[in-house]
């Protein structure tokens, strides 16, 4: 079976109506999860601990579609992608 890996991540956004990080130091890494219904719960989870920060915003980022397992890269090409 292929692994769907999410990663869960947020922090302290500029401004509430963009996507932008206030800083990036201080991202706030969740985890790597192997399925979305584990990484929509931990997003969740943290979204609701931090729902009265309005500058605080919590993604799951799909990291399965980075990349086409089907397609074999070189050594060289993975650390460059």
């Known amino acids: 079976?292929?692994?769907?890996?999410h990663l869960v991540?947020?922090?302290e956004l500029i401004d509430?109506?963009?996507?932008?990080?206030k800083d990036v130091n201080d991202i706030h890494i969740v985890?790597?999860?192997?399925?979305?219904e584990s990484a929509y719960?931990?997003?969740?989870?943290?979204?609701?601990r931090t729902v009265d920060n309005a500058h605080m915003r919590y993604f799951i980022a799909h990291i399965h579609r980075l990349r086409d397992e089907e397609v074999e890269a070189s050594p060289t090409e993975e650390l460059d992608s």
């Open 1 to 5: 079976m292929t692994q769907r890996l």
């Open 31 to 36: 985890g790597m999860f192997p399925n979305y």
């Open 16 to 21: 509430p109506t963009k996507n932008a990080f």
């Open 41 to 48: 719960n931990a997003w969740k989870s943290e979204a609701h």
């Open 9 to 11: 991540f947020g922090g």
